[in-house]
C-alpha cells in the first residue's frame, strides 16, 4: 500500500455513514486486504497510519496466525478501522 491508496482510503472511510459501511467500502477498494472494525481502546497504544476527523486506520501484518499493527506499508495484509478518539 502506498502513500496515496492510504489517503484514498481514509477519505473513502471518512465519507461513510458509520464504522461498518466504512469497512464495507475498504473491503471493496482494497481487496485483497482483510479489513475489520476495531475498537479504538484496543489500538489506544498504537499510531494509526492515517487519521481523519471521525475515522483512524491501522495497518495490520500477520505471521500466519497473530496479527500485530505495522507502520510498514510493504507488510500490510490489512486495515483495522477505529473511531478517532
Given at each position: 500500500?502506498?502513500?496515496?491508496?492510504l489517503?484514498?482510503?481514509?477519505?473513502?472511510?471518512e465519507?461513510?455513514?458509520?464504522?461498518?459501511?466504512a469497512?464495507?467500502?475498504?473491503?471493496?477498494r482494497?481487496?485483497?486486504?482483510?479489513?475489520?472494525?476495531?475498537?479504538?481502546?484496543?489500538?489506544?497504544?498504537?499510531?494509526?497510519?492515517?487519521?481523519?476527523e471521525?475515522?483512524?486506520?491501522?495497518?495490520?501484518?500477520?505471521d500466519g496466525?497473530?496479527?500485530?499493527?505495522?507502520?510498514?506499508?510493504?507488510?500490510?495484509?490489512?486495515v483495522?478501522?477505529?473511531?478517532?478518539?
Open positions: 500500500m502506498d502513500a496515496a491508496t489517503a484514498d482510503a481514509l477519505a473513502l472511510a465519507a461513510a455513514p458509520d464504522l461498518r459501511a469497512a464495507t467500502r475498504l473491503r471493496e482494497l481487496a485483497p486486504l482483510r479489513v475489520s472494525v476495531v475498537d479504538a481502546v484496543d489500538l489506544r497504544d498504537e499510531t494509526p497510519a492515517a487519521a481523519g471521525r475515522c483512524a486506520l491501522f495497518l495490520g501484518a500477520s496466525h497473530c496479527w500485530q499493527v505495522t507502520a510498514d506499508p510493504a507488510q500490510a495484509a490489512a483495522f478501522v477505529a473511531a478517532r478518539r
